[in-house]
């Protein structure tokens, strides 16, 4: 049962959210779309996906601590977890509330949407970076191949983060007409 908490996890924030975010970004890790509505129903067919794997994610490690009658919430990982899900359900909702708005979406929604969704991303892979030092990983897995994925996990955060920052300061760049 546990080993199916890191499985969904990693699948929700590496693969989906991820390239869910990067559809709105000049590195489109491996879906191409070409206009902005394909990209849009995309990242919401993506982030809806990330939502439900991460759900069933956590579902898995909070019956597995009740399985085995173990502690919630006792390390870092754990409330960097909490945070990130709750960020989820609030990105959600504010994102669900963009698509009700459009066409006309007012700037600053987007702005925020952006940001909460950046916000939401970094708790998610801090998270998955802090199970780099749980007992589970520590006990089971190769030293070198975990300094290989922390070091992905890392250099995959920058490639979005800064991706998302550029794209930000291109939208807030007033035209020169």
């Given at each position: 049962?546990?080993?199916w908490h890191p499985a969904l996890m990693a699948l929700a924030f590496i693969l989906c959210m991820t390239q869910?975010?990067?559809?709105?970004?000049?590195?489109?890790?491996?879906?191409?779309?070409?206009?902005?509505?394909?990209?849009?129903?995309?990242?919401?067919?993506?982030?809806?996906?990330?939502?439900?794997?991460?759900?069933?994610?956590?579902?898995?490690?909070?019956?597995?601590?009740?399985?085995?009658?173990?502690?919630?919430?006792?390390?870092?990982?754990?409330?960097?977890?909490?945070?990130?899900?709750?960020?989820?359900?609030?990105?959600?909702?504010?994102?669900?509330?963009?698509?009700?708005?459009?066409?006309?979406?007012?700037?600053?929604?987007?702005?925020?949407?952006?940001?909460?969704?950046?916000?939401t991303y970094l708790a998610g892979m801090t998270t998955i970076y802090l199970a780099f030092y749980s007992n589970?990983?520590?006990?089971?897995?190769?030293?070198?191949?975990?300094?290989?994925?922390?070091?992905?996990?890392?250099?995959?955060?920058?490639?979005v983060v800064s991706n998302v920052i550029q794209r930000m300061k291109k939208k807030s760049k007033p035209s020169?007409?």
């Amino acid at each position: 049962l546990f080993s199916w908490h890191p499985a969904l996890m990693a699948l929700a924030f590496i693969l989906c959210m991820t390239q869910g975010i990067s559809l709105f970004s000049s590195t489109k890790f491996t879906i191409k779309a070409t206009t902005y509505p394909e990209r849009v129903n995309i990242h919401k067919l993506l982030q809806i996906l990330a939502n439900l794997l991460a759900l069933l994610g956590v579902s898995a490690i909070v019956a597995n601590k009740y399985r085995n009658n173990a502690n919630h919430l006792v390390s870092y990982h754990a409330w960097f977890g909490l945070t990130a899900m709750i960020l989820i359900l609030i990105q959600t909702f504010g994102g669900l509330r963009l698509l009700n708005e459009m066409p006309i979406i007012p700037y600053n929604s987007k702005i925020f949407h952006i940001a909460l969704g950046l916000c939401t991303y970094l708790a998610g892979m801090t998270t998955i970076y802090l199970a780099f030092y749980s007992n589970w990983v520590v006990h089971i897995i190769n030293l070198k191949i975990v300094i290989i994925f922390k070091s992905a996990t890392i250099v995959l955060v920058v490639l979005v983060v800064s991706n998302v920052i550029q794209r930000m300061k291109k939208k807030s760049k007033p035209s020169q007409n």
